[in-house]
Nanobody
């Protein structure tokens, strides 16, 4: 599975953004997730969705503001981000695994990342 993340950019605090991750290969068989890594920090779990899209999981820090979804017909996952905060500034990565996990080590496939910068 190859992953290509896109949709990042410079956004003002309070704004919204949608990130996309296009996949090739056996995409529909895998759970997919978004992670993020801020400068000087470790990569952290943001959200995940199971293969069917029926089960989602979120980090406590983003619950209520982030919505992960997938379109298996388009081989794409999304994350809608509302009410952006400066602390959301990070490189966002999409990742794939057999099952939903919460750690970097749980995921086998990784996209290249897309930068999100939130100005205050």
């Amino acid at each position: 599975v190859q992953l290509q993340a896109s949709g990042g950019g410079l956004v003002q605090a309070g704004g919204s953004l949608r990130l996309s991750c296009a996949a090739s290969g056996r995409f529909s068989s895998y759970a997919m997730a978004w992670f993020r890594q801020a400068p000087g920090k470790e990569r952290e779990f943001v959200a995940a969705v199971n293969w069917s899209g029926r089960t989602t999981r979120y980090a406590d820090s983003v619950k209520g503001r982030f919505t992960i979804s997938r379109d298996n017909a388009k081989n794409t996952i999304y994350v809608h981000i509302n009410t952006l905060k400066p602390e959301d500034t990070a490189v966002y990565y999409c990742a794939g695994a057999r099952n939903i996990g919460y750690y970097v080590k749980d995921y086998v496939y990784w996209g290249q990342g897309t930068q999100v910068t939130v100005s205050s």
